[in-house]
């Protein structure tokens, strides 16, 4: 029987695995399209940025948000139906004998 984890194929390709990272780790810092080195990461001033919108104040406004969009919901899924129906029925897929 043969033993695995001790062939030389394997370690050679962790000596070549080694060398790759040490290399990787090795690397100059990535450059900007002009050729200067880029900069640090800067994020926006989080107080400059909009709040969020919040809830419709009253209950029925939100109630009628809601309908709309299931009302919205339910008619893209009867046009989806609709259109299946549509593929169904006027397009011929040819049979795989050819005939």
Do not use: W
Request: hydrophobic residues 30%; proline residues 11%; contains cysteine.
């Amino acid at each position: 029987m043969k033993k695995r984890g001790n062939s030389k194929g394997g370690r050679l390709f962790a000596a070549g695995l080694g060398l790759v990272s040490l290399l990787a780790g090795c690397t100059p810092p990535p450059h900007s399209p002009g050729g200067t080195a880029a900069g640090p990461v800067t994020y926006p001033d989080l107080a400059t940025l909009p709040g969020h919108p919040g809830l419709p104040p009253d209950a029925g406004e939100r109630a009628a948000l809601l309908n709309g969009l299931e009302d919205a919901h339910q008619a893209n899924t009867e046009a989806g139906d609709n259109l299946n129906r549509e593929i169904e029925n006027d397009f011929e897929i040819p049979s795989a004998s050819g005939n």
